[in-house]
């Protein structure tokens, strides 16, 4: 099975920005869309952001304008940049598929955004 580790997770500031990473361990990306997915305390995971295999990309309404989501095929890596950061985006980010590949979930990424 496929293993995805995320990363560059953080503490940051409300309007700050961070990068996170997604390393896949084998070349996934011509064969599925890419996504991020977060889940915040209490609630449901939700779907962030996606990349088709072509490139297209495709964002939530809440952050929309905000993040973009970009993919470094040979590297089998996907990037999540994410700008003017709220509050409400305080969530462990995940990496999957699109359809998501159920026993592919990593531990995510802890992003917190707080003053």
């Known amino acids: 099975q496929v293993q995805l580790v995320e990363s560059g997770g953080d503490l940051v500031q409300p309007g700050g920005s961070l990068r996170l990473s997604c390393a896949a361990s084998?070349?996934?990306?011509?064969?599925?869309?890419m996504a991020w997915y977060r889940q915040a305390p209490g609630k449901q995971r939700e779907l962030v952001a996606v990349i088709t295999r072509s490139g297209s990309t495709e964002y939530a309404n809440s952050v929309k304008g905000r993040f973009t989501i970009s993919s470094a095929n040979a590297k089998n890596t996907v990037y999540l940049q994410m700008n003017s950061l709220k509050p409400e985006d305080t969530a462990v980010y995940y990496c999957n598929g699109r359809p998501a590949l159920p026993n592919s979930w990593g531990q995510g990424t802890q992003v917190t955004v707080s003053s």
């Open positions: 084998e070349s996934i990306f011509s064969i599925y869309a």
